[in-house]
């Protein structure tokens, strides 16, 4: 089971870390990627981090803003998301699976949190 939290409102500019705890999965051995859907529009994967050799990705919206790590010892992956957009206002979710082939691809998951809201005012 994984659970996904901390959204919330925040200014333009501003800074939220969100965090996916897992109780079941020992997140070091899996894919663990964050995705989200704002309102209207598909769901979109956002960042991944793989298991074996920790590489991670990001997609070009969030390049350099989010940073996707992990604490082995709190089994929890984060994303430090810096420089919020209004445009980046929508639910996250993070999702883990033992491998992928297309880190991106939300049907390659089968384990999901639940959302959780961030809303970036102007």
């Known amino acids: 089971q994984l659970q996904a939290f901390g959204g919330g409102l925040v200014q333009a500019g501003g800074s939220l870390r969100l965090s996916c705890a897992a109780s079941?999965?020992?997140?070091?051995?899996?894919?663990v990627a964050w995705f989200r859907q704002a309102p209207g529009k598909e769901r979109e994967g956002i960042a991944y981090?793989?298991?074996?050799?920790?590489?991670?990705y990001y997609a070009g919206s969030v390049k350099g803003r989010f940073t996707i790590s992990r604490d082995n010892a709190k089994n929890t992956v984060y994303l430090q998301m810096n420089g919020l957009k209004p445009e980046d206002t929508a639910l996250y979710y993070c999702?883990?699976?033992?491998?992928?082939?297309?880190?991106?691809?939300?049907?390659?998951?089968?384990?999901w949190g639940q959302g959780t809201l961030v809303t970036v005012s102007s």
């Open positions: 981090r793989s298991s074996i050799g920790s590489t991670t």
């Open positions: 999702a883990t699976e033992i491998d992928v082939l297309r880190p991106f691809e939300s049907h390659e998951y089968h384990y």
């Open positions: 079941e999965f020992t997140l070091n051995y899996y894919y």
